[in-house]
């Protein structure tokens, strides 16, 4: 059965930082690319960061470069995402996807509120 469980969401203040986590099971974590979306209120989900099956690449979404960091331990079969300088326009429901060319998973969600 494949799971993706995110955790480390919460409240915290403007310029605070967070940890998300998202762990994996019941499929071949090192053969998946990594992602985080988010969605807020209202609006379409929208991916954040990206990292390769190896974790030799990464990608952002231009509002958190600088800030955000996507890493993985394929050991671990765990994606995270720290994220820092956080901005009340960062509070959403945030999502881990595990995507390959033939299936994509996807995680309950965990949020994210950010107060000014």
């Known amino acids: 059965q494949v799971k993706l469980v995110e955790s480390g969401g919460g409240l915290v203040q403007a310029g605070g930082s967070l940890r998300l986590s998202c762990a994996a099971s019941?499929?071949?974590?090192?053969?998946?690319?990594m992602h985080w979306y988010r969605q807020a209120p209202g609006k379409e989900r929208d991916m954040v960061a990206f990292m390769s099956s190896s974790g030799g690449t990464a990608d952002y979404a231009d509002a958190v470069k600088g800030r955000f960091t996507i890493s993985r331990d394929n050991a671990k079969t765990t994606v995270y995402l720290q994220m820092n300088s956080l901005k009340p326009e960062d509070t959403a429901v945030y999502y881990c996807?595990?995507?390959?060319?033939?299936?994509?998973?996807w995680g309950q969600g965990t949020q994210v509120t950010v107060s000014s």
């Open positions: 019941g499929f071949t974590f090192s053969g998946y690319a």
């Open positions: 996807s595990a995507q390959s060319s033939r299936s994509t998973y």
